[in-house]
């Protein structure tokens, strides 16, 4: 899982540490709250990988907190596909709201605009969060059916 991390060219070194921590940490069964992770195969080799965890001191709040799709398997609909099904697994559970995260770099326009197709829209931005010129960028979708 962490090679289709790192194969997206999504993540610095440090973020990568991170989720090997994260994927070390829930497979020993050391991470509770109901997080869980989802993957994506293609021809037969997992090609995405996506991480969802509840928002501390939140009723019914989730973060995607990763997503990614090896570059050999993108453009097929894997990432539209993963985050279907975070949202449905979410909505079985009776959760409300999905935030994403991104970076407001010009290299993640790509990113953000893959959020928008899939119905996400940019909730707020917070300037420099990462490092000067690099903004937060939180987007957000309700899962209640209207």
């Not at 939180?138 to 209207?146: G, I, M, N, P």
Request: aromatic fraction near 10%.
């Amino acid at each position: 899982m962490l090679a289709v991390a790192e194969a997206s060219g999504l993540f610095s070194p440090g973020e990568l540490a991170e989720i090997e921590a994260i994927l070390s940490g829930y497979f020993a069964g050391a991470r509770g709250g109901g997080d869980f992770w989802l993957t994506a195969r293609a021809d037969e080799t997992l090609a995405g990988i996506a991480y969802c965890a509840p928002e501390t001191l939140t009723s019914g709040t989730w973060n995607l907190q990763l997503i990614a799709v090896d570059p050999v398997h993108q453009g097929r609909g894997l990432g539209t596909l993963l985050v279907d099904a975070v949202e449905t697994s979410l909505r079985e559970r009776g959760e409300r709201l999905l935030l994403v995260e991104t970076s407001g770099v010009a290299s993640f326009e790509p990113t953000r605009r893959f959020y928008r197709k899939c119905g996400y829209h940019e909730e707020a931005r917070i300037r420099d969060f990462y490092e000067p010129g690099a903004d937060k960028i939180v987007f957000r979708k309700a899962l209640a059916q209207s």
